[in-house]
């Protein structure tokens, strides 16, 4: 039980406040009601109610009638009664309901009269064999042709025009595209759907030079995909951390000079209007026979302590570090993986309220975080945003509910990271085991490896969370006593102010998905250090 603090400067801060244009919250209480006592010292101090309240003036009021809470509006009119002493989370719920409760109706959306259309799903992520479906609102169209990734072609020669598409056992992106021909042969009408693309749609990937060797006036050119009402506000070129160029409208493409003989990395930076960032770099001039086959991977390591230097290497093949990005120097994304399962009844409003206490300290004016919640069913609640404000509301409004799908969401949360460059974390928060999810623990560990994202696992002592964490370059912590909460999130907000991003000087795969195991050592007086397992070579 919480210590119970006096709530008397909080009624005369309120009350001497009634003189305004607020919302009052009134609790009716006997005189003699352990549940009421509870209520004002547990329930009402609670932090994440307190951060409702300050847009309300709350007050008791004692009755000699059973308890309840009453919520009057701005103008004094009582709106809500409800007729007991609720715990923490159904008071938020109240509370909650009352503030945001009232939704304005929206005119509907205009008519879809696209000819040819391919259906949603029905996942967030898709892995194996699905039905895709299409909706077609023309007569004249007699066959429809799909094709995944541009790969062959699968026809449907009658309506409901369908196919059965093989998405593969690990969830990548895909491209469904659907095209509709009539009884004679011509094409009327085509549509395409990308699948297990995650929240982020914007990348920046350098076309030329390669790896190779430059020097003089150096040609740099970049593709850069935008998402939809969205624009790019610059893009900054840059040799050995010195910037040599920056364009701010297309084409993505600077001369640049580069002296003779001089080992260095290539960097294109694009940043979007609201911030967001994305960026290729490549290894110049590294002195190989065959330099076209020098390539850069770039592993995130934390380090707590000081180092000198950082080495990796694969079996007995020692790699060349060829550079250190530092916290100071890369934005970072982190992603929130919340169990509002049943079993969370009372342990979800502390961890509420410190996972809001530590975004609040971490992101900075270049971070972005995502929220995940999962029960039975893993959802994307908030896509990767830098409004702190959005984030916390819309951890606020999170209630426990059925079972647990924690590698579905896990799947989820790792498909968000496509496309997105800096530091780079997911924070996972569960106490139960799971339970209902689609996907298991070797293909969500697959997963991870193939995106290479720190883990960190909060509150179970699962060996397999356990494992794919560590193989990640995170870490794993249990909860035994919600007390440990603050600190817990404190150490992971440590470990991601300490990892820096190596780029590693490395060849290109001999085949296909070719796992290279790294050894990552650093010199330094006894550093704790998490790294990654390995990586997937480029082919």
């Known amino acids: 039980m919480r210590r119970c603090y006096p709530i008397i400067a909080l009624f005369l801060i309120c009350f001497g406040a009634a003189a305004e244009t607020k919302p009052t919250v009134i609790f009716y209480r006997p005189p003699n009601c352990p549940r009421c006592d509870l209520f004002e010292c547990n329930t009402l101090r609670h932090p994440m109610i307190q951060r409702r309240l300050?847009?309300?003036?709350?007050?008791?009021?004692?009755?000699?009638?059973?308890?309840?809470?009453?919520?009057?509006?701005?103008?004094?009119?009582?709106?809500?009664?409800?007729?007991?002493?609720?715990?923490?989370?159904?008071?938020?719920?109240?509370?909650?309901?009352?503030?945001?409760?009232?939704?304005?109706?929206?005119?509907?959306?205009?008519?879809?009269?696209?000819?040819?259309?391919?259906?949603?799903?029905?996942?967030q992520v898709v892995t194996g064999r699905h039905m895709v479906t299409t909706r077609v609102a023309s007569a004249s169209i007699a066959r429809v042709e799909f094709s995944l990734d541009g790969g062959g072609a699968s026809v449907s020669k009658r309506p409901p025009f369908w196919v059965?598409?093989?998405?593969?056992?690990?969830?990548?992106?895909?491209?469904?595209?659907?095209?509709?021909?009539?009884?004679?042969?011509?094409?009327?009408?085509?549509?395409?759907?990308?699948?297990n693309e995650g929240g982020e749609t914007f990348w920046l990937r350098l076309l030329e030079p390669r790896e190779g060797y430059a020097e003089g006036k150096t040609r740099v050119s970049m593709d850069v995909r935008v998402p939809v009402?969205?624009?790019?506000?610059?893009?900054?070129?840059?040799?050995?951390?010195?910037?040599?160029?920056?364009?701010?409208?297309?084409?993505?493409?600077?001369?640049?000079?580069?002296?003779?003989?001089?080992?260095?990395?290539?960097?294109?930076?694009?940043?979007?209007?609201?911030?967001?960032?994305?960026?290729?770099?490549?290894?110049?001039?590294a002195g190989y026979s065959d330099q076209s086959n020098v390539q850069l991977v770039q592993l995130p390591?934390?380090?707590?302590?000081?180092?000198?230097?950082?080495?990796?290497?694969?079996?007995?093949?020692?790699?060349?570090?060829?550079?250190?990005?530092?916290?100071?120097?890369?934005?970072?994304?982190?992603?929130?993986?919340?169990?509002?399962?049943?079993?969370?009844?009372e342990t979800l409003p502390d961890l509420q309220e410190a996972a809001i206490r530590f975004l609040d300290t971490i992101l900075g004016p270049?971070?972005?975080?995502?929220?995940?919640?999962?029960d039975t069913r893993a959802r994307l609640l908030q896509p990767p945003t830098r409004d702190v404000a959005r984030i916390s509301h819309t951890i606020m409004l999170l209630r426990p509910d059925g079972l647990t799908s924690i590698y579905d969401a896990m799947a989820l949360g790792l498909l968000q990271f496509e496309g997105v460059k800096g530091r780079r974390a997911m924070i996972l928060f569960t106490d139960g085991r799971d339970v209902t999810s689609e996907y298991s623990a070797s293909e969500v560990g697959e997963l991870a490896r193939r995106v290479s994202v720190p883990i960190h696992v909060i509150g179970t002592s699962q060996a397999e969370l356990t494992q794919i964490a560590r193989a990640t370059g995170g870490t794993s912590q249990t909860l035994d006593r919600l007390e440990q909460l603050p600190g817990i999130f404190s150490r992971i907000e440590a470990a991601l102010r300490a990892q820096v991003l190596a780029f590693v000087r490395t060849d290109p795969a001999k085949k296909a998905n070719e796992w290279r195991p790294v050894q990552v050592d650093v010199?330094?007086?006894?550093?704790?250090?998490?790294?990654?397992?390995g990586y997937y070579a480029t082919w």
């Open 164 to 195: 059965t598409l093989d998405f593969g056992a690990v969830p990548e992106r895909h491209v469904i595209r659907a095209v509709a021909f009539d009884r004679k042969g011509k094409r009327v009408a085509h549509d395409e759907r990308i699948v």
């Open 301 to 345: 390591i934390t380090i707590f302590g000081t180092y000198s230097n950082i080495s990796v290497r694969e079996g007995t093949k020692k790699r060349r570090v060829e550079s250190i990005a530092t916290a100071a120097e890369t934005p970072l994304t982190v992603g929130l993986l919340l169990d509002t399962s049943d079993s969370m009844e």
């Open 54 to 123: 300050p847009g309300v003036i709350f007050r008791t009021e004692m009755t000699t009638d059973r308890p309840s809470v009453a919520w009057f509006d701005a103008s004094g009119d009582l709106r809500f009664e409800w007729p007991i002493v609720p715990d923490t989370i159904n008071f938020g719920v109240m509370l909650d309901s009352a503030l945001y409760g009232v939704t304005t109706s929206l005119p509907a959306p205009p008519a879809d009269t696209a000819p040819l259309r391919i259906l949603p799903l029905g996942h």
């Open 229 to 285: 009402a969205h624009r790019v506000q610059r893009v900054v070129i840059s040799w050995n951390d010195a910037e040599r160029a920056v364009l701010t409208s297309a084409p993505w493409e600077r001369a640049i000079t580069i002296p003779k003989d001089e080992l260095g990395i290539l960097r294109a930076v694009a940043e979007l209007d609201d911030g967001t960032t994305s960026e290729d770099a490549v290894l110049l001039n």
């Open 366 to 374: 270049r971070d972005r975080a995502f929220i995940i919640s999962f």
């Open 523 to 533: 010199t330094g007086p006894n550093p704790e250090v998490h790294a990654p397992s």
